[in-house]
């Protein structure tokens, strides 16, 4: 039973680039988050996907986009890339009982 | 508004020890909490959590929490520490019905020395 994957787990991007973050949910789970995790400090949440729309939006500004597909992964966009986007971005996927499993990460550097 | 303190950036604790790394929360209505680890370079894992029931509850590689409602803590604990529980661990709590938005402390890093 695989965990939850993203791709890439590295990247290297210029300011003003944009970047697209994928993410493959646990089998079974239905709802996908994705989370900001800067250097040193704890995971921020960006957004919630169910049903393929999204349902909760933490505070970010709408550079931040997502998308869910009918097969429950999701994709992060992020526009307009500033250095301070540079962090790891975490999936995650929520199990029935309301536990979130995370997924190694991508690594973003914007330069 | 609902939030995570952890008081420690860091625990230094001996192996054979036990340790004990803090939480306290602030969450509108019942809480839901939970403890997770992250290893370097790594995603976090999930290690144990309270929804209801025994304030105390155990998770993962000999972890246990105790949730503490009148003092609103949720500290971790481990009766004898090992080199290999080394990392930097989160609690997160979420609130009852808020569709599973989690709200993290900023990470306490737990260095066991031999």
């Known amino acids: 039973d695989a965990g939850v994957t993203q791709s890439p787990t590295h990247l290297i991007k210029t300011r003003g680039q944009q970047v697209t973050l994928r993410c493959s949910p646990k089998?079974?789970?239905?709802?996908v988050s994705w989370y900001q995790q800067a250097l040193g400090q704890g995971p921020q949440f960006i957004f919630q996907?169910?049903?393929?729309?999204?349902?909760q939006r933490g505070n970010f500004p709408d550079r931040f986009s997502g998308h869910q597909f009918p097969n429950y992964s999701s994709e992060l966009n992020v526009n307009a890339l500033l250095l301070g986007d540079s962090a790891l971005y975490l999936c995650?996927?929520?199990?029935?009982?309301?536990?979130?499993?995370f997924g190694e990460g991508s690594w973003l550097t914007v330069v | 508004a609902q939030s995570v303190a952890q008081p420690e950036d860091q625990v230094n604790v001996a192996e054979g020890n036990p340790l004990t790394v803090k939480c306290t929360y602030s969450?509108?209505?019942?809480?839901?909490l939970f403890w997770y680890v992250q290893y370097p370079n790594r995603g976090l894992q999930f290690l144990l959590k309270?929804?209801?029931?025994?304030?105390l509850v155990k998770g993962s590689y000999g972890f246990e929490a105790e949730f503490n409602k009148s003092q609103t803590s949720f500290h971790l604990k481990k009766p004898s520490a090992l080199v290999s529980d080394s990392a930097l661990y989160f609690c997160?709590?979420?609130?009852?019905?808020?569709?599973?938005?989690?709200?993290f402390g900023s990470g306490t890093k737990l260095n066991v020395k031999p």
């Open positions: 995650a996927s929520t199990g029935p009982e309301g536990t979130i499993y």
């Open positions: 089998s079974g789970h239905d709802t």
């Open positions: 996907y169910y049903e393929e729309e999204e349902r």
């Open positions: 969450v509108s209505g019942n809480p839901y």
């Open positions: 309270y929804i209801t029931g025994d304030n």
């Open positions: 997160a709590v979420r609130a009852h019905g808020n569709f599973n938005k989690f709200y």
